[in-house]
């Protein structure tokens, strides 16, 4: 039995297949397949097709040859920086669905403080910023030479526009937001000042569901050390307050952002 003769019996079985055994029956196996799938109590077409079909998949895979070997992949350089701990991976994960506005501080925290990007997220993040050179070379320069290989490697995750250039001044930097000059006072205040004025406001009705967008990016940006008396004070407004709902979503966008930075702390 040939090769010529395996292809040209295979192709013949991949004809009845498309047919079905009902309109065509099996071709005749060549030479040592017909000894290899003889079996009377295979009745049908059907059975002898599949018993064709399987003896034939093995015969072709036992004639492969190996191919060439392939050079041994150089691994990238060491990196002294420890990787991101789990939670702070989850972290990630959970901002880019929920609160992609806090990426950016994220990333910048966690170069700041002396990780590195866990490997796992390499892909992801180099995929999602492959038009944004800014928020790209954060990646880069958090990923360290594991970033240069992992590119190196997958054309795939090149970016879209490589001779976009950035200032480094723009790379550790956060992003300015928009924010109303009235709440904008607060980014100076004290925690709990903040707190207060925003749970007043809010349970009075003066800052409601359409302001929104200026109270998360205040909220981004605020100190710190402002977030967990903003958590405490407005976990405390009243359930059946018009404002509860606004109230919650703020907490959960304090929170959340109070878990990160925790979590990048060394």
Known sequence: MTTESMQEHWEQLMTVAMLGTDR???????????????????????ERMLAQVAACTAVRRAGVVPGPV???????????????????????????ESWPILEDEWTLTLISNGWRIA???????LLRHRSDAIRR???MVGAGDAGRWLVGHLPDLEPRHPAVSVTPEAVKSLP??????ELAEMLDWPGAEVAT?????????SLVHSHKPMLVNLIARIHQDALSNLINVLTGIDPMATGHGLATVLVDLAATRHRMLTELMR
């Open 24 to 46: 065509r029956n099996p071709p005749t196996p060549p030479g040592p397949l017909a000894d290899l799938v003889a079996d009377t109590a295979r009745s049908s077409a059907s």
């Open 70 to 96: 392939l050079d041994e992949i150089a691994m990238p350089d060491t990196d002294a920086r420890p990787t991101c701990i789990p939670a702070a991976i989850e972290r990630w994960h959970h901002i880019t």
């Open 119 to 125: 490997p796992e997220l390499l892909p992801a993040m």
């Open 137 to 139: 070379t954060r990646v």
């Open 176 to 181: 300015k937001l928009p924010i109303a000059p």
């Open 197 to 205: 004025m925003l749970a007043q406001s809010i349970q009075t009705g």
